[in-house]
C-alpha cells in the first residue's frame, strides 16, 4: 500500500462548479500538507501549504487537513477553465522545527473544467 | 530566464548507453532533488542532496547516480540505460528552511528503445 494515495481521476466539472480533490495518508509522522498543480508539459508548482491540521483559504482555493482521519482536501470554488491541470498532494515529515524537504507525493488528480 | 532549468528537455536513446540528465538553479536553494514521473504513478524521489556534501538515496535510486558538482549544479544519470527507465524527470530546489516549497524545472523527457 502506498503512503499516500490520491484518487487519479480524471475528473470534468463545467465551469463555475466546486472541485473537491482528496488525499489520504498512513504516516503519522506527516505534519506538512501541499497541493501542487501541474499544467500540461510544466513542472509542478506550489498552489496551497498546511502546517499541521486545519483549513487554510487562498483566494477560490480552500485546503483541509484532517489528521484524525489521516485525509487531506482541496476545494476549488467557482472554477475556471484555466484551473484545468493535474493537481498532486505532497506530504512531508518535520526535522527541527522545519520542514524536512523529503516529500511524498500523491499519483496526482487530472482536472478538466470546461466552458 | 528560468531560475531552474534542464537539459535536455528531451531525448531518446538506446537500451545499455549512458546518460546524464542536468540541473542548473539560480535561485540560491542549498536543497535539490531529481523526481521520475510516470503516468498514474504521481513523482517518486529518486536522489535528493542538502549541500555539495550531503547527498542521499529517495524511493526509487536504484539504477541511477548523482552527482552535486556545485551549489548550483546537480546531475542524474542514468549508468545503463534500460527500456522501463522512459520517464519524464523533473529537478526540483528548495530553501533549507522550506523543504515543503520546491520549485520545479521544466523537466525532461526520456525515451529509452
Known amino acids: 500500500q502506498k503512503e499516500v494515495e490520491q484518487d487519479p481521476g480524471p475528473l470534468s466539472v463545467p465551469e463555475g462548479a466546486i472541485v473537491s480533490l482528496n488525499c489520504t495518508y498512513s504516516n503519522s509522522a506527516f505534519q506538512y500538507f501541499m497541493w501542487y498543480r501541474q499544467y500540461s508539459r510544466k513542472g509542478p508548482e506550489l498552489l496551497m501549504y498546511?502546517?499541521?491540521?486545519g483549513n487554510k483559504e487562498d483566494g477560490r482555493f480552500t485546503a483541509q487537513v484532517d489528521k484524525s482521519s489521516k485525509y487531506i482536501s482541496l476545494f476549488i470554488r467557482d472554477s475556471q477553465p484555466s484551473d484545468s491541470a493535474t493537481y498532486l498532494c505532497a506530504m512531508g515529515a518535520n526535522a527541527g522545527g522545519t520542514s524536512y524537504g523529503k516529500l511524498t507525493f500523491g499519483q496526482g488528480t487530472i482536472l478538466t473544467v470546461h466552458p | 530566464d528560468a531560475d531552474v532549468t534542464q537539459t535536455p528537455r528531451n531525448r531518446i536513446t538506446k537500451t545499455g548507453k549512458r546518460i546524464m540528465l542536468e540541473c542548473s538553479q539560480t535561485?540560491?536553494?542549498?536543497?535539490m532533488y531529481w523526481y521520475r514521473q510516470d503516468p498514474g504513478l504521481g513523482l517518486q524521489l529518486i536522489y535528493y542532496?542538502?549541500?555539495?556534501?550531503?547527498?542521499n538515496k529517495g524511493e526509487i535510486s536504484d539504477g541511477y547516480s548523482v552527482s552535486r558538482q556545485a551549489q548550483a549544479k546537480f546531475s542524474l544519470s542514468l549508468e545503463s540505460a534500460i527500456p522501463n527507465q522512459t520517464a519524464l524527470y523533473f529537478c526540483?530546489?528548495?530553501?533549507?528552511?522550506?523543504?515543503?516549497?520546491?520549485?520545479f524545472g521544466p523537466g525532461t523527457r526520456l525515451t529509452v528503445l
Open positions: 526540483a530546489t528548495s530553501d533549507s528552511g522550506r523543504g515543503h516549497e520546491q520549485f
Open positions: 498546511t502546517y499541521s491540521s
Open positions: 542532496s542538502f549541500d555539495v556534501k550531503d547527498i
Open positions: 535561485k540560491g536553494h542549498d536543497r
